[in-house]
């Protein structure tokens, strides 16, 4: 049910890969709601993806960017804000890859280029789409910019590997971004902390389907779905919440703060 909590509102999705992916979800409900988006991935990922399908639901134009080059983002907001005849009122940060992962490497006996590239995709990529809107004025006062991120940047989930330190930093960029945007002109940045789901990139991660069976029934509510994840970034992109800033806001079926469940008890009493 749409609310057009977003009308007249313009928005950046990056990340959306294919209908399994958070960025993909979170791309229709904005527009049910009522903004304008452009949607942008690395040129390799519009290849693989699907996203053109997407663009031709959402209306919206596909831009060709990849987070880790700078001119691509300049030409990224200065296309976008030519498109809309304006600046921007929200973004959402969906890119991660976990390098030594993709090539089955473990924690213990990482590749230290593999290990940098993962940082830069993963994490670093935050602060440098944020630096390039801040230095282009793109953003309006109160639009609103979140990332996604995972509960492995708290606690230790072993086959997360490398992408465990890289959500840590991508929090760590929120808030430092966040204060120093929010001073500026009031932007407000924010991370969402999701339960796992089974996109395209997450099924990549060793032993996922256990993650996923695992934090069903530890989660008193379940795991949040990626449309659930979609609703919440509506909310958080709107009017509704513009005092919430620098925040890791974990959206996880209250999975974050159950010590054990007694599903999992009983599991284990078996």
């Given at each position: 049910?749409?609310?057009?909590l977003?009308k007249?509102?313009k928005?950046?999705?990056f990340g ?7 960025a993909?979800?979170t791309a229709?409900?904005?527009?049910e709601?009522?903004a304008?988006?452009?949607l942008?991935n690395a040129?390799?990922a519009?290849?693989m993806?699907e ?7 959402c209306?919206?134009?596909v ?5 880790t080059n700078?001119d ?5 907001f200065?296309?976008s ?5 304006g600046?921007i009122?929200?973004v959402?940060?969906?890119?991660a890859?976990?390098?030594n992962i993709?090539?089955?490497r473990s924690?213990?006996?990482l590749?230290?280029?593999f290990n940098h ?5 993963s994490?670093i990529s935050l602060?440098?789409?944020?630096q ?9 006062e109160?639009?609103?910019v979140?990332?996604l991120s ?7 989930f072993p086959d997360?590997?490398?992408?465990a330190d ?11 971004f966040g204060y ?8 407000r940045?924010n991370?969402?902390?999701?339960s796992p ?6 099924g990549g991660v060793k ?6 069976a695992y934090a069903e ?11 659930e994840c979609a609703n919440?970034?509506v909310?958080?992109f709107?009017d ?11 959206h996880d079926?209250?999975?974050s ?9 009983n599991?284990m009493?078996?």
């Open positions: 049910m749409a609310h057009n977003l007249g509102k928005g950046i999705i959306a890969l294919d209908e399994k992916s958070i993909w979800r229709l409900r904005c527009v709601e009522g304008e988006i452009v942008t040129p390799i519009l290849r993806g996203i053109n399908k997407l663009a031709e639901t209306k919206a134009p831009i060709p960017a990849d987070v700078m691509d983002l300049t030409n990224l200065n296309k804000m030519e498109h809309f005849g600046k009122d929200f959402l940060h969906s890119v890859m976990g390098m993709r090539k089955g924690y213990m006996d590749d230290y280029d590239k993962t940082f830069d995709i994490a602060h440098r789409v944020l390039t809107a801040y230095k282009l004025d793109a953003l309006n109160w639009a609103s979140i990332a995972y509960i492995a940047a708290q606690r230790v997360y590997g490398e992408m890289a959500k840590a930093l991508l929090e760590s960029i929120a808030r430092s120093h945007y929010g001073t500026h002109k009031k932007v940045i991370t969402i902390s999701q789901v089974k996109t395209t990139a997450g032993g996922f389907d256990g993650f996923m029934n530890m989660s008193p509510l379940g795991n949040a779905t990626a449309d919440y970034a909310a958080l709107s509704l919440t513009k005092m919430v800033t620098m925040q890791n806001l974990f079926g209250g999975f703060f159950t010590g054990v469940s007694q599903g999992v008890i599991q009493e078996k």
